[in-house]
């Protein structure tokens, strides 16, 4: 077992360029490296329609003495050019990998285009326009693009590289976990090229155990590890490096990384990389093997997070009368802060401080918390009404909008329950593979407060786990109005 993280400082070195051991530098901006594809789209496009313009004009002004309709060159060159960079997508030309290739293909380049002009030259047929864009336009314009595109994406190239050495364009932050020998074979450089990846950390896994019945405690050790890395360093992945000749390895690989929210991803060992660098495959896009994905997709968290805020600020606006009168009752009720502040584990086990109004005459954050039950006389007067209309969660509408909670999730519980129940359900830890949330799925089916038994904790879980593994925009709304119901109904809340 070992952490090269000497490794890792020389591999940064190739990605980073002389950002590595500058210190006394200033920092310069960076790009994500998806922009390069949208950046070689976007010439592209202006490639095609200024081609447009320009064929279909000079054709005119030797035939005709006359240049007219520019407008019209204009919108079948955007038409064109929509054509185009569908079937590049499609291809595969856009992505990272391919746009840096050495094998650049300016062949596919063109076929590809010249199909896109026969559709035009159809389209023209059908929609009879030969008035204004005769065969001679149309011959014009496409020459003139089969031209300028293989040379833009030549002058591309040349620049996306050199933005490259320069460190500017960084990939999906990754902590890398393999054998000795595929992470030999990997360097920085590589990783950012081919799978858009910049490495934060790497560890290198041991000789697999003999069985192969069940990983080895080295093994263990490392994976853990490389999800605790993951945590601190703010990973959006952790790749796997190892050979696909160990399918039972990768398998164990892989049911313990399900304790991690975060995507797994598996690159291809040596033997396929080797095959794929045959020039038959040059165009393809290097591939990575998706062996557990997280439990949202980019989009549907992008989704949620704005609809969290958007719902945050609302309630906020609508609430905001409630929210201070509270505050003046509980200063006016009982000694003490109006807010009562608590340390929680949030999305991937990170800990934050949720916020609640001081319902108590205690503030238990420590190794000992006592839940609330019936009756409790640690609540005050005040407390006890504001806890029956779950006005004391309001406060968590400030979590949410800073980013440590969500208006639905998982409810987030003091961290010595967190170890407790952790210890006794194998499926708890699968909670934190969300934000939590000021109200759940659990919540609006009845367990809600108290768990005074084991099993009613078991079956919060289980409630939890079904909502991360159905969420949708639709399901948020309807546990948002079914909280609605359950507030009024004040079940099980003291």
């Given at each position: 077992m070992s952490n090269s993280s000497g490794e890792l400082a020389s591999n940064e070195t190739i990605v980073l360029s002389d950002s590595v051991g500058s210190a006394s530098r200033t920092p310069r901006l960076r790009f994500p490296h998806a922009v390069a594809g949208y950046f070689c789209a976007a010439v592209d496009l202006l490639v095609i329609i200024a081609s447009s313009i320009l064929g279909c004009s000079i054709y005119q002004a030797f035939s005709s003495l006359v240049v007219s309709r520019l407008d019209a060159f204009a919108l079948s060159g955007s038409i064109a050019a929509i054509l185009y960079l569908w079937m590049a997508h499609a291809a595969g030309f856009y992505q990272f990998s391919s746009i840096v290739s050495s094998h650049t293909g300016y062949r596919k380049i063109i076929i590809r285009w010249l199909v896109v002009g026969l559709l035009l030259a159809v389209l023209a047929f059908l929609l009879k326009v030969g008035a204004i864009f005769s065969r001679g336009s149309i011959l014009s314009f496409v020459a003139l693009a089969a031209t300028l595109l293989p040379v833009a994406r030549w002058a591309v190239t040349r620049a996306i590289k050199g933005v490259v050495s320069e460190g500017l364009l960084v990939g999906r932050r990754a902590v890398l976990v393999g054998s000795q020998d595929e992470l030999a074979a990997l360097d920085g450089e590589q990783l950012l090229r081919h799978f858009g990846?910049?490495?934060?950390?790497?560890?290198?896994?041991?000789?697999?155990?003999?069985?192969?019945?069940?990983?080895?405690?080295?093994?263990?050790?490392?994976?853990?590890?490389?999800?605790?890395?993951?945590?601190?360093?703010?990973?959006?992945?952790?790749?796997?490096?190892?050979?696909?000749?160990?399918?039972?390895?990768?398998?164990?690989?892989?049911?313990?990384?399900?304790?991690?929210?975060?995507?797994?991803?598996?690159?291809?060992?040596?033997?396929?990389?080797?095959?794929?660098?045959?020039?038959?495959?040059?165009?393809?896009?290097?591939?990575?093997?998706?062996?557990?994905?997280?439990?949202?997709?980019?989009?549907?968290?992008?989704?949620?997070?704005?609809?969290?805020?958007?719902?945050?600020?609302?309630?906020?606006?609508?609430?905001?009368?409630?929210?201070?009168?509270?505050?003046?009752?509980?200063?006016?009720?009982?000694?003490?802060?109006?807010?009562?502040?608590?340390?929680?584990?949030?999305?991937?086990?990170?800990?934050?401080?949720?916020?609640?109004?001081?319902?108590?005459?205690?503030?238990?954050?420590?190794?000992?918390?006592?839940?609330?039950?019936?009756?409790?006389?640690?609540?005050?007067?005040?407390?006890?009404?504001?806890?029956?209309?779950?006005?004391?969660?309001?406060?968590?509408?400030?979590?949410?909008?800073?980013?440590?909670?969500?208006?639905?999730?998982?409810?987030?519980?003091?961290?010595?329950?967190?170890?407790?129940?952790?210890?006794?359900?194998?499926?708890?830890?699968?909670?934190?593979?969300?934000?939590?949330?000021?109200?759940?799925?659990?919540?609006?089916?009845?367990?809600?407060?108290?768990?005074?038994?084991?099993?009613?904790?078991?079956?919060?879980?289980?409630l939890d786990l079904w909502y991360i593994n159905n969420w949708s925009l639709l399901l948020d709304l309807k546990i948002l109005f079914r909280t609605s119901i359950e507030v009024a109904s004040a079940r099980n809340a003291y």
């Open positions: 990846l910049s490495e934060i950390d790497r560890l290198t896994l041991p000789s697999p155990s003999l069985s192969m019945m069940q990983l080895n405690r080295s093994e263990l050790s490392v994976l853990n590890l490389a999800m605790e890395s993951a945590r601190q360093k703010g990973a959006e992945e952790i790749v796997l490096a190892v050979s696909w000749s160990e399918p039972r390895r990768l398998e164990l690989v892989r049911e313990r990384m399900r304790a991690s929210p975060l995507p797994v991803q598996l690159l291809p060992d040596q033997i396929v990389r080797d095959l794929t660098r045959n020039l038959t495959f040059a165009w393809q896009p290097n591939f990575a093997i998706e062996i557990k994905r997280g439990p949202l997709s980019r989009v549907e968290q992008f989704l949620k997070r704005g609809f969290d805020v958007v719902g945050a600020l609302v309630l906020l606006l609508l609430l905001w009368p409630p929210l201070l009168i509270a505050a003046i009752a509980i200063k006016l009720d009982s000694a003490g802060p109006v807010l009562f502040r608590q340390r929680r584990n949030g999305f991937n086990v990170r800990p934050f401080r949720i916020l609640k109004f001081r319902t108590m005459t205690v503030a238990e954050d420590a190794d000992k918390v006592v839940q609330a039950t019936r009756f409790d006389r640690r609540v005050t007067r005040v407390g006890r009404h504001l806890r029956r209309l779950s006005v004391d969660e309001l406060p968590q509408l400030f979590n949410v909008l800073k980013g440590d909670m969500s208006l639905v999730g998982p409810r987030p519980h003091a961290l010595v329950h967190d170890i407790q129940y952790g210890e006794v359900l194998s499926d708890y830890a699968f909670r934190h593979h969300v934000k939590p949330g000021i109200t759940g799925w659990a919540q609006v089916n009845g367990f809600r407060g108290e768990t005074r038994q084991l099993e009613q904790m078991q079956r919060r879980v289980e």
